[in-house]
């Protein structure tokens, strides 16, 4: 029987360019009937927390303030995450257009492209597309700009209120929250705070209607997704796939044949051992809870000459340089983590030692700031938990 594989879409990358009509087609509309459009598509943020796009918008379009900001979260930072560099590449029209259509809803005159630091060489071409898209503005009569903010590098300044933060000459540093951003966002103002995927989705809604893109998918997990598909794979590259795929036909489409794990979602994402790829699907959790995990789009395919120790020291590397230090959870936790699994694996400490670290990570979900630190433990637990021989001296 010939083998079916994962249909490849092009909804995001597909060259159109109607951005024109598009803008006068939406807003003609009222604000309710394109926020209802966008609520029943079913459109969930891609930047990996999946809160519904609608409703981000509907909450910043009922703030009672003159000044509000549109921002689109371009930092792209997470390990295994390349595709919004693509989308902002090949179709940066797109991105502007949902921009412009989501400050026209919530009533700002400001965006502003928060570009990750390494992308610098995106900026020029980044520029053109801005000015083009501005004189597209001035044309139609749009009191609309956006300009590019340049971030530095760190992975915490992809947080959205530490972005803020960033953005206002400040250390780049979680805030409290509540306030939302949609409430008190970036200089205290109703900011929209998307991530480059996002947008670009909100144009496919907006020019073929919420339906064809409720109809991709599954339950919770709507529309299509690009994803990033790195490590041991003869494909490695950037696709546009139907969300709610199964692991399992993913590692026969795209694995070498020898796929011993997947890491979903980067170094805070889960890693997946071979015995659960046909019991898990990629999509947020909802009903399926149990079996379906998240992604802002990494997909990291390891095969059996891969250490999972070296995956885990690697990723708890990366954690200790990036947490920002401002809670004690992560701060302290991530470092002990590092130095416990070094003394398991030299054996200065019993394999029983890694339930204590286990612990660790567990409270470290529960107790730290935001998202960095509460996520350490979805990489550590999965990959000590299936892979325990591997840890051990
Ligand atoms: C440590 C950390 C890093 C993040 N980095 C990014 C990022 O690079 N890009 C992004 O879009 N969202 C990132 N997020 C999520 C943002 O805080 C925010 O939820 C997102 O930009 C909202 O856009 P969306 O609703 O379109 O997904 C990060 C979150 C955390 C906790
Ligand atoms: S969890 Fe980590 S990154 Fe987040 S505020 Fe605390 S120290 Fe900073």
């Given at each position: 029987m010939k083998k079916k594989h994962l249909q490849r879409l092009d909804l995001i990358f597909k060259n159109e360019h109607d951005t024109e009509a598009i803008l006068e087609k939406t807003f003609k509309r009222s604000n309710d009937d394109v926020i209802n459009d966008l609520i029943s598509s079913g459109l969930k943020g891609r930047g990996g927390a999946g809160f519904p796009t609608g409703l981000k918008w509907k909450l910043a379009s009922e703030e009672e303030t003159e000044v509000k900001y549109v921002i689109c979260n371009?930092?792209?930072?997470?390990?295994?995450?390349?595709k919004d560099r693509e989308i902002l590449s090949s179709v940066p029209h797109k991105v502007l257009a949902g921009m412009a259509v989501c400050a026209r809803i919530i009533g700002a005159k400001k965006g502003f492209i928060y570009l990750r630091g390494e992308y610098l060489f995106l900026k020029p071409q980044l520029l053109e597309a801005i000015d083009k898209f501005h004189s597209l503005l001035d044309e139609m009569k749009v009191d609309f700009r956006v300009e590019i903010f340049l971030g530095s590098g760190a992975y915490i300044c992809g947080e959205e209120s530490a972005l803020f933060e960033s953005m206002e000459g400040k250390r780049g540093e979680p805030r409290n929250k509540p306030p939302f951003p949609t409430a008190q966002g970036y200089k205290d103002k109703p900011t929209v705070i998307n991530n480059v995927e996002t947008l670009a989705h909100t144009y496919s809604i907006f020019k073929y209607g919420p339906e064809k893109f409720r109809d991709l998918g599954i339950q919770d997990s709507r529309g299509s997704k690009v994803f990033s598909v790195s490590g041991d794979t003869p494909v490695p590259g950037i696709y546009e796939l139907e969300f709610g795929m199964s692991l399992q036909k993913f590692v026969d489409d795209f694995a070498d044949g020898d796929a011993k794990a997947v890491q979903v979602g980067g170094a805070s994402g889960f890693c997946v051992p071979r015995k659960r790829f046909d019991k898990t699907v990629i999509g947020y959790q909802g009903k399926l809870r149990g079996t379906s995990l998240p992604t802002g789009g990494s997909m990291m395919i390891f095969n059996s000459s891969r250490s999972m120790y070296n995956v885990l020291h690697n990723y708890l590397d990366f954690f200790v340089e990036e947490s920002c230090g401002q809670c004690t959870p992560c701060r302290v936790g991530t470092q002990q983590l590092l130095l416990g699994v070094e003394a398991v694996k030299k054996g200065e400490q019993p394999s029983s030692y890694l339930d204590k670290l286990m612990d660790l990570a567990e409270a470290m979900r529960i107790t730290a700031k935001c998202g960095l630190g509460q996520s350490v433990a979805n990489s550590f637990s999965s990959i000590v938990e299936n892979f325990k021989e591997e840890m051990i001296y």
């Open positions: 371009a930092d792209e930072g997470e390990p295994g995450t390349f």
